[in-house]
Structure formats: C-alpha cells, structure tokens
C-alpha cells in the first residue's frame, strides 16, 4: 500500500518575470526544503521538472495521507508567515493505491495529477472570492465617498485615462471611443465588463 501525492507551486512564473530567475530558483528551493521538512525522512521526496514535485508514502492509510498533508500546508505556511516577501503557494493532489485496481504508479501518478488541478481550480476561485472581496470593499469606500462614476467615465472617454488609483478598481476598461452611456449596474460592478458589454452603445 502506498500514496503517491504531487505538488505544483504556483506564481513561479510571476516571480520570474518580475523578480528574476534567480529569485525564482529561490523559490524552488524553498519549497524544497519545506516539503523535506514535512516528511518524513522514511518516504521518497523529489522534484518532477519545473515547479512540480512529487512525494511516495508507504504503508499509510488515507487518515495518514491526509495527516501528512495538512502537515505539509502548516510547514509551508509557517515559513510563509516567516518569509512574507515570497511566500510558499502550491497545489497539491495524491492518490492511494488501494483506491484503485492493477494501478502501477505511473497511472496512480496520473490519478494524483487531477487531484492536484482540483485543489488547483479550488485555490484559483478563493483567490478569485477575495479579490472580489477587496473590490467591493474599495468600491463600498469610493461610493461613501460620493465619487461620481458616471461623470468619470465620460471624463475618461473624452480626455483621456483615468488615474491609475481609480483604475484599479477595474471599473474603466472600455475603449476610450465617445461618451457611451452605461448602465449603472454594470459601470459600478467591481468586476471588469465583458466582451458583448464593451460592443454595447446602449448598455
């Protein structure tokens, strides 16, 4: 009996185009260290290419796995909080073999890969939720504030951008064409406006 768990670190990219492949390597290796540090010395650890890794646990139960796991996530988080200029996100999936008939660990691999997007797809849309969260939040302090945001608009379509403090709420993204009316439900909505939005005169 045996688990194969995969893990894949998120934002490397990111990291490379804004800080450097050095400081990406340094992420790398952080997360290396951590995940050695999580498991157990008794379990195989390494690196599967890029910003993939990969760890194969035997003899444990899925209560175990998970255990392991989640012990993962506290390592990680810890140095996070210690590390907060580059903090440690990833994504992580496995697979137990007892889960699934004639499974040899390349199929088992296989079956942890798509857990490990599921976990993926799971983070991506938090992030997503926060986000919205923040934006609805400064939108909330904009609105007390008793910005106009018809009249930037227009002032946008007619001189030029807006200011970069007020574009961050994504609240101007269509082209700077003419004075377009815009229906206030869409012009205040935190979220950027949508392709068949942004061709509408009359929205």
């Keep these: 009996m045996y688990a194969v768990c995969v893990f894949d670190l998120n934002n490397l990219r990111t990291i490379n185009n804004s800080l450097g492949h050095d400081k990406g390597d340094e992420y790398i290796r952080s997360f290396a260290v951590q995940l ?3 498991v157990p ?3 195989f650890v390494g690196r599967n290419g890029g910003d993939e890794f990969l760890a194969i646990l035997r003899g444990l139960n899925r209560e175990e796995v998970e255990a392991c796991m989640n012990h993962i996530r506290t390592q ?10 580059m903090p440690i996100s990833y994504a ?6 007892t889960e699934f008939e004639d499974c040899d660990i390349r199929e088992l691999f296989r079956h942890a890969d798509q857990n490990m997007y599921i976990d993926k797809n799971r983070a991506k849309m938090e992030e997503a939720a926060a986000e919205r969260k923040i934006s609805l939040e400064a939108l909330d302090v ?6 106009p945001f018809f009249q930037l608009y227009l002032l946008q379509c007619k001189t030029g951008p807006v200011p970069d403090s007020a574009r961050r709420f994504g609240l ?3 082209p700077r064409t003419a004075a377009i009316p815009v229906r206030p439900s869409i012009l205040c909505r935190a979220s950027r406006m949508r392709k068949r939005e942004r061709k509408c005169v009359e929205c």
């Design 41 to 43: 010395e008794e379990y």
């Design 36 to 38: 050695r540090k999580a």
């Design 76 to 85: 990680t988080a810890e140095y996070s909080r210690q590390h907060p200029e």
């Design 92 to 97: 992580g999936g496995y697979a137990l073999s």
């Design 142 to 147: 904009v609105k007390k504030k008793g910005i």
């Design 172 to 174: 101007f993204s269509l």
